[in-house]
């Protein structure tokens, strides 16, 4: 299993709402990420998380919470989201936060609407 | 101010064309990385460049890695549609932890 698999792939909330976005991979990978893309702009990092605790938060909203509950899941709280909050979620993992040329492998995202 | 700059932003071309986008720092990188992300879908990695003045061939696309390893360079020869989508140079930033994506350029290539 070579993939990332992120669900649901739609999702429309309201601003009152409470959703999570789930994230799985089982390629014995140890480091998951969160990044949020805007429309034609590349995606930016929320959080990373490396065996399996929270290593880093780009001062992400709390309205964002994200959860490892083991090395092969990732989800991401969302509670009172706003509108400007609508974007591509994508997940990620890596075999380990140090360098390496394989690269991360992204799954197909989230396309999350705030209305 | 972005650490990748990428140019052009955008660029629509015809079938059979040839393009080079181009992807600029005034840092030094001890490697960088070309992604790929079609409509829909999530980033898919090209290539890894980590020797100043590397070269690397992927069929139609050559990548180049400046011999300074503050630049890189894509090269696409004989566009194709398929080849439709944003090209993302990226480098690991924050001690190893942090893959940091360039601005971006969106491709378009016509029948």
């Known amino acids: 299993d070579t993939e990332v698999t992120q669900t649901p792939k739609h999702l429309v909330m309201g601003m009152t709402n409470k959703k999570s976005l789930k994230c799985e991979q089982h390629?014995?990978?140890?480091?998951m990420y969160w990044y949020k893309q805007k429309a034609k702009k590349p995606p930016e990092l929320m959080f990373v998380y490396s065996y399996e605790k929270l290593s880093i938060n780009e001062s992400v909203p709390s309205r964002f919470s994200p959860e490892c509950p083991n090395s092969s899941l990732l989800n991401l709280h969302l509670h009172a989201l706003q509108p400007e909050d609508s974007a591509l979620y994508l997940c990620?993992?890596?075999?380990?936060?140090?360098?390496?040329?394989?690269?991360?492998?992204f799954g197909s995202g989230t396309r999350l609407t705030v209305v | 101010t972005q650490l990748l700059e990428q140019s052009p932003q955008f660029l629509s071309i015809q079938e059979g064309e040839n393009l080079t986008v181009y992807c600029n720092s005034s840092s030094v990188f001890s490697s960088l990385q070309w992604y790929r992300q079609e409509p829909g879908e999530g980033p898919v990695l090209l290539v890894t460049v980590v020797t100043g003045g590397e070269v690397k061939k992927l069929k139609r696309l050559t990548f180049q890695f400046g011999d300074a390893r503050k630049d890189s360079s894509l090269h696409i020869t004989a566009a194709q549609p398929g080849d439709t989508g944003l090209y993302l140079c990226s480098t690991i930033t924050g001690g190893g932890n942090k893959l940091t994506f360039g601005t971006g350029t969106q491709l378009k290539v016509e029948l």
């Open positions: 990620a993992s890596s075999l380990g936060t140090a360098w390496h040329p394989y690269g991360y492998t």
């Open positions: 390629m014995g990978h140890r480091a």
